[in-house]
C-alpha cells in the first residue's frame, strides 16, 4: 500500500505476515505482498470500513495516521485493503454476472474532500478468457454525485492501467463457481481529481 491508495495481499504472501485484530472487528492492522515487509498501521490510526465475508474475505480502510512503509493520511484519506483466501479460477465456458458485495468507501488520493459512496459496481466474468467486461463503478464522492466509469475489459487476476482507470483484481473465496473478486480501482473524477477505493464482486 502507498499513502492514500490500495492493496490487494499477493495469493501466496505467508498468513503469518497479515496480522488482524480480533478485538478491532475483526481489522487487519499488518499486511504483507510476496517478498515485501509487512507494513503496519501506526498507533493512533483509525481503521474504518471494516468488511467481511464467510472468513474467507476481509476488507477496510486505513485512514487518519500513517503505516510503518513511510504512507501518511488524513482523514480524508485511505490506505484500501483486502486480505482473503486465494482463489484459482480456471477456464470454462459461459458467463457470470458480477454485483457488489462489499466495498470501502471511494476516496480522494488529495484528502481534500470527504469519503464518498459506493452507488454500485457491476461486471461480467467470461469464463472463456477469465476477464472482467465492462466493469462499471458508480459513486458518489465531493461534487462528482452519481460518477460512473467503466473498464471494457481487465483480467480478473491481475492488474491494468490505462484510458484514466487503474485496476487491481484477485479471485477470492472457496467456490469457483461462485468467486468473488476484490478489485482495487482508481480514478480521475471531473470535480474530485483522482480517487480510490475497493470493492469486492460477487459473481454468480
Known amino acids: 500500500m502507498s499513502g492514500s ?3 490487494i495481499t499477493a ?3 505467508p498468513l503469518a505476515s497479515q496480522v488482524q485484530q480480533s478485538n478491532y472487528g475483526g481489522a487487519f492492522t499488518a499486511v504483507a505482498s510476496t517478498g ?5 498501521l501506526t498507533k493512533g490510526s483509525t481503521i474504518a470500513d471494516i468488511n467481511g465475508a464467510g472468513g ?3 476488507i477496510g480502510r486505513w485512514t487518519n495516521g500513517s503505516d510503518t512503509g513511510g504512507g501518511t493520511f488524513n482523514a480524508n484519506q485511505g490506505e484500501h ?5 486465494s482463489l484459482v479460477l480456471t477456464p470454462g465456458t459461459g458467463t457470470l ?3 457488489a458485495l462489499m466495498s470501502t468507501s471511494p476516496t480522494s488520493a488529495s484528502g481534500s474532500v470527504a469519503p464518498g459512496s459506493l452507488q454500485s459496481a457491476t461486471a461480467t466474468l467470461d469464463l472463456v478468457t477469465l476477464n472482467l467486461i465492462n466493469f462499471t ?3 458518489t464522492i465531493g461534487a462528482d454525485k452519481g460518477a460512473s466509469f467503466t473498464k471494457a475489459s481487465a483480467p480478473s487476476s491481475g492488474g491494468l492501467i490505462g484510458g484514466g482507470i487503474a485496476l487491481l483484481a484477485r479471485p477470492m ?3 469457483a463457481t461462485k468467486p468473488l473478486i476484490a478489485v482495487a480501482y482508481g480514478a480521475k473524477l471531473a470535480n474530485t481529481g483522482d480517487i480510490n477505493g475497493l470493492v469486492v464482486l460477487s459473481c454468480q
Not at 485493503?81 to 483466501?85: L, M, P, Q
Open 137 to 139: 463503478v458508480t459513486v
Open 81 to 85: 485493503y483486502a486480505v482473503g483466501t
Open 97 to 99: 454476472n458480477c454485483s
Open 56 to 58: 474467507y474475505v476481509a
Open 36 to 40: 515485501s515487509p509487512a507494513v503496519s
Open 11 to 13: 495469493s501466496n504472501a
Open 5 to 7: 491508495g490500495t492493496s
Open 173 to 175: 473465496g472457496t467456490d
